[in-house]
Every structure is written in C-alpha cells, then in structure tokens.
C-alpha cells in the first residue's frame, strides 16, 4: 500500500503540486471511491424498504429540518442538483412519502415535509444504519475519526 501512496504523490507532485497538494489530491480520491462504495453499500442496506442511498437522503435531508423544505432547500442539504432532488421528491411523494405543500413564499415551488410513512421509512433505514455502521467502526479510535471528521468539516468548509 504504501508503494502504491508514493507512486501516486509521486506522480501528483510531478504534476506541479506541493506536496501538501499532492496528498490533498490523493485524500480527495479516496473520498470518491469511498463515496462510491457508501453508495453501493446504503443501497443493498435499504433496498428491502424500497429506498435507495439517494432517496435516502432526501429523507434523512428532512427530518433533520425544523420546517418544510423546497426541493432547493433539500438539493443544498444533500449537496446535490435540483433537478435530481426533484426527480427523487416526485418518486417520492408518488409512493406516499413525501407530500408536497403549497408554499406562501413560491407559487412554484412547494414545501415537501415527511408524511408518516416516510417518518417510518427512514426510522428503519436508521435502525438498519446504527448497526451496519457501529460495526465498521470497531476497532476505529475516537481520536482517528475526530481527526477525520474535522478534515472533512474543514474541506467542506473551504468549498462551499
């Protein structure tokens, strides 16, 4: 593994980047395999509730809000598009998960808000969550995923 590490901050330094960029490279592949396999594993982990990782989040991007969303509002929680987060409200709201509100603020655009299946819904998914992650974290120090979560932080920060 570690050839392989130096064979890549080899390369991303020959590419002009300090070294520091060179191994924020590195990090930010990481970060997209990881995300990928986190994709495949939410969706095997919520298939047998009929969601997948991105209808999901949609979920998960509501009720941990106060208030009703619009699909804007959502998309900016979740760091996706509107129009994929459209696309997964109307799915949504066609199954019973979601219903759209007329909003006072936009003709156009609605407020989505949980119904109490969609409440359901995502309760299971979590309850299936807690375990599937409480499981990959053994063996992990707190330390080790304090730092890691504060570099991400730290990186979404410096993005947004």
Do not use: C
């Not at 130096?6 to 990881?34: Q, V």
């Not at 594993?41 to 969303?69: C, F, I, M, N, Y």
């Not at 129009?83 to 998960?97: I, K, M």
């Amino acid at each position: 593994m570690e050839i392989n590490l130096t064979k890549k901050l080899r390369l991303s330094i020959a590419m002009n980047h300090t070294s520091e960029g060179a191994l924020l490279t590195n990090i930010i592949l990481d970060i997209f395999k990881l995300n990928g396999l986190l994709v495949q594993e939410g969706d095997k982990l919520v298939k047998e509730l009929g969601l997948t990782s991105a209808r999901w989040k949609v979920l998960g991007a509501l009720s941990s809000s106060e208030t009703s969303l619009t699909v804007s509002g959502i998309a900016r929680k979740m760091g996706q598009s509107r129009q994929s987060v459209q696309r997964l409200a109307n799915d949504l709201a066609d199954e019973g998960l979601l219903v759209g509100l007329d909003n006072p603020n936009n003709k156009k655009a609605k407020l989505y808000s949980l119904t109490n299946d969609g409440t359901d819904a995502f309760t299971q998914a979590m309850k299936k969550q807690s375990l599937w992650v409480n499981d990959i974290a053994r063996g992990m120090s707190e330390t080790e995923l304090n730092s890691a979560s504060t570099l991400l932080r730290e990186l979404t920060l410096k993005l947004e």
